[in-house]
Nanobody, 117 residues
């Protein structure tokens, strides 16, 4: 079955950076668009960023545009999210998920990102 394992989260000060990784297995990773989504305390799942199957085309939520960069290494079945200029409102559990902005699904267990001074 589909397995998505996120890592790289942690505690960081405002303005800091983190790089999240997602190890994927159980499907043909290179054939699918992928997304990062997040869930802040008391809120629903929010789409953050997406990338097409071969890389290249990327999309971002307005709230992270210019600060986050999504990428992928299909040879390693791994998805990445580089997060710069982090803000307290970025605090959430971050998940990788199959699909793009409008059809994401099958997210993993998530990794906690906490932005606080």
């Amino acid at each position: 079955e589909v397995q998505l394992v996120e890592s790289g989260g942690g505690l960081v000060q405002p303005g800091g950076s983190l790089r999240l990784s997602c190890a994927a297995s159980g499907f043909t990773f290179s054939s699918y668009a992928m997304s990062w989504v997040r869930q802040a305390p008391g809120k629903g799942l929010e789409w953050v960023s997406g990338i097409r199957s071969g890389g290249g085309k990327t999309r971002y939520a307005d709230s992270v545009k210019g600060r986050f960069t999504i990428s992928r290494d299909n040879a390693k079945n791994t998805l990445y999210l580089q997060m710069n200029s982090l803000k307290p409102e970025d605090t959430a559990v971050y998940y990788c998920a199959l699909g793009g902005e409008y059809d994401f699904n099958s997210w993993g267990q998530g990794t906690q990102v906490t932005v606080s001074s």
